[in-house]
């Protein structure tokens, strides 16, 4: 009896202090849920984002004006009219998008060269926070560039018969150097990854600085450089305040750069512009439009991350 | 002969390769000294617009409102007053008196008031600060001839003032305080709700999550996330803040509704859609804080026999803290600038009244620099620069606080 309890009191002893498994915390899995909960947001916002947005658009096309097949042919977006094509918001998007990347690709990418392969530390801890400022200035201050200084250059370049006071040219340029430091940074950021033995080994060779760069770094790297490319793109149809500002105010269905048109970002904020009334078409409009643009720059982002993931270099 | 050619091609190529090389060299340089031009080009921009000679034609005279000698500029409160009165029907006299007594009125506001109600100053023309340096003789001339009544000023936009001022739509005597005032309102909402979610979706990511495919889901779409255009978000909140979640946001379940928003335009909800928008880049900064802590800092506290929340609480997060507070920083910048979806969720276009409470009306700084920007005349435009400044300025300090931050954080690991 008493040998017995002394067990139980040694045992429930060793229970107490050193029994080593784990016990049920309350409060530790209360948290832990709270912290999943939070986690598990983000995919809330996607899932909301594609359920608002198709909701609302599904009713915009189930509008007796709306049909399917004329979003796609017509080359006329009036809502007034009835006329809902998305050709012309298309092409404005895809002409500044392209003017944008004929700037921000190449010189994105010979900075980023530059700056990873030539430049000394002492030059590129200037060159960098310098490259920083110019991707946190608001993209409104770029729109406000673009009208009041790009524009005007343009037209004193081209005339001013020729170019119009909202033209996609301008609005483009300035989305370009927007861009220019995101493909930079993403850029030396591939390059950097490069190892330095497939470096050295290429100097060995007896490779100039530019044949080891273009020949080995670059390849090496070309998987983040697509990355970064097609972020670029993806960032450059989604930019909204340049092209609100500078690239025109209406719809139009044009493919000279120096004439305004309007951007699918560029329509969304016009429309929003004023108190927009519920169920209206053009409130239908929008959120169908925003479900185009959401579908264009996820596949785009999703391209990207596949890209990175199959075709990385992987060195031990 | 054979091995002649490779011989000879040998050398001949040494010399071409280099010349390649350096020709190289000069074009990736100038690309980044183009770089460099485009910055400095928008920053000159910018100034150029904010400074310059206006033509102001006045309706009264100044001068003739002069009592006893004393010109309007140094005359007293009282003195300013009673030219109101003078100068006013009794009726809107009345108004102002009633909008806010004088009693309370401070002198600038008063003299404020004698020059919009008054002096009435009507822009003729304005001129940028290169222009204004540069032709001075030739605008004086033209104002000379051109509006005979009026005179030329060399104006400086951006001042004290400028900031103090509640927004107005007089470029004169427009100010971007209201516009500070509904940023930081937003900008309060948008750290409520981005930081606490970041934060805890960071650690759960880090610390909790194991290898499986939804966590690996959660990883990818946050990466997702942040790269869709933030004119979406804009939607988003519109459908979910304003119009789904009105009573909330509108105020109307708490019994507050400000009379001058019967709808979720307001300042929480724009706050809550910014909060979505940087969540993704909270996320992933407080990511990157958690996983620069030590290894050994967790396993030393687990060997002294903590739990998994005990680690994470008091070791991990004491030390991610600095790297939270910087990623934080750079987020609430990325979300100050924000314009595009605050249009979208319902931007007030013309409010001079500063936002109150969080169910109020808002404009932000970008939203102002948007409105100015978006109006034809040359003032407008140099109210946008200025106003352009103020936003520069602050985003400016807020990044300096950050790498201070970082500086002082990676000196103390």
Do not use: C
């Not at chain 1, 530059?114 to 002492?122: H, I, N, Q, R, V």
């Not at chain 2, 001075?136 to 900031?163: C, G, H, M």
């Not at chain 2, 909330?248 to 979505?276: E, H, K």
């Not at chain 2, 940087?278 to 396993?299: D, F, G, Y």
């Amino acid at each position: 009896m008493e040998e017995q309890k002394k067990m139980n009191f040694v045992s429930s002893f060793h229970n107490r202090s050193t029994n080593l498994r784990g016990q049920r915390r309350v409060g530790e899995m209360i948290i832990q849920g709270l912290l999943f909960l939070s986690g598990f947001v983000s995919i809330f916002i996607t899932l909301g984002i594609v359920y608002e947005l198709g909701k609302e658009a599904l009713l915009f096309f189930q509008m007796p004006e709306v049909s399917i097949l004329e979003s796609l042919t017509s080359i006329q977006w009036q809502p007034h009219t009835g006329n809902f094509g998305i050709w012309p918001l298309v092409t404005a998007t895809l002409m500044t998008t392209i003017i944008a990347m004929s700037i921000a690709i190449p010189l994105g990418l010979a900075v980023a060269i530059y700056l990873s392969e030539y430049a000394t530390p002492k030059a590129r801890n200037i060159l960098k926070p310098i490259l920083e400022v110019l991707a946190g200035v608001p993209t409104i201050v770029y729109g406000y560039f673009a009208l009041t200084f790009m524009t005007p250059l343009l037209r004193s370049i081209f005339g001013k018969d020729v170019v119009e006071i909202y033209n996609t040219a301008s609005a483009g340029l300035v989305m370009g150097i927007l861009i220019l430091p995101l493909i930079t940074s993403m850029t030396e950021d591939a390059l950097s990854a490069v190892p330095r033995s497939l470096k050295e080994a290429a100097y060995g060779m007896g490779g100039t600085r530019l044949e080891v760069a273009l020949q080995v770094i670059v390849p090496a790297a070309l998987s983040g450089i697509a990355a970064a490319i097609i972020i670029g793109i993806s960032r450059a149809i989604g930019e909204t305040m340049i092209v609100a500002v500078a690239a025109g105010a209406g719809p139009r269905f044009t493919l000279n750069p120096f004439k305004g048109a309007e951007t699918i970002t560029g329509h969304i904020v016009r429309i929003s512009g004023g108190d927009l009334s519920y169920d209206s078409i053009d409130y239908n409009s929008i959120f169908a439009l925003g479900l185009l643009l959401f579908i264009i720059t996820f596949t785009l982002n999703i391209i990207s991350q596949g890209i990175v993931r199959r075709f990385r270099e992987v060195y031990e | 002969m054979k091995e002649k050619i490779i011989h000879s091609d040998y050398n001949v190529n040494i010399k071409g390769r280099r010349r390649t090389g350096s020709i190289w060299r000069w074009i990736l340089q100038l690309s980044t000294i183009i770089g460099i031009i485009a910055l400095i080009t928008l920053l000159l921009n910018i100034i150029n617009g904010a400074f310059g000679y206006v033509a102001l034609e006045a309706k009264v005279d100044p001068a003739t409102l002069a009592v006893n000698g004393v010109p309007l500029e140094e005359q007293s409160k009282e003195q300013l007053i009673d030219v109101l009165r003078s100068n006013l029907s009794s009726g809107a006299f009345n108004k102002l008196e009633h909008d806010q007594p004088f009693a309370e009125r401070s002198r600038a506001n008063v003299y404020q008031l004698v020059i919009e109600r008054i002096v009435k100053y009507d822009i003729k023309a304005s001129w940028q600060l290169w222009d204004s340096l540069t032709r001075a003789s030739e605008i004086k001339a033209t104002v000379a001839q051109d509006y005979p009544n009026a005179q030329l000023r060399f104006i400086s936009w951006f001042t004290t003032d400028f900031v103090s001022r509640p927004q107005s739509s007089e470029a004169l005597t427009a100010g971007v305080r209201t516009a500070i005032l509904g940023s930081l309102w937003t900008i309060l909402f948008t750290v409520l709700l981005a930081f606490p979610l970041g934060v805890g979706a960071a650690i759960y990511l880090e610390e909790y999550a194991t290898d499986n495919w939804l966590n690996r889901l959660i990883r990818t779409n946050i990466n997702n996330l942040a790269g869709v255009p933030s004119i979406v978000y804009g939607i988003l909140g519109l459908a979910i803040f304003v119009r789904t979640l009105e009573p909330l946001t509108s105020g109307a379940i708490f019994g507050v509704v400000d009379p001058t928003t019967a709808n979720g335009r307001t300042v929480l909800a724009a706050g809550l859609t910014l909060g979505l928008l940087v969540l993704p880049i909270m996320i992933i900064n407080a990511q990157e804080a958690i996983r620069a802590v030590p290894q050994s800092l967790r396993k030393a506290s687990y060997g002294l026999g903590a739990t998994k929340w005990q680690t994470v609480w008091s070791h991990v997060l004491p030390n991610a803290l600095p790297g939270i507070l910087t990623g934080t920083i750079l987020a609430i910048s990325r979300a100050i600038g924000e314009t595009a979806p605050l249009v979208v969720v319902g931007a007030s276009t013309a409010i001079s009244f500063d936002p109150a409470s969080p169910f109020s009306k808002f404009t932000t700084l970008p939203i102002q620099i948007y409105q100015w920007t978006s109006r034809p005349q040359d003032e407008f435009r140099s109210l946008a620069a200025a106003a352009i400044l103020v936003l520069l300025i602050i985003l400016l300090s807020l990044n300096a606080s950050a790498i201070l931050f970082r500086n002082r954080f990676s000196r103390r690991l």
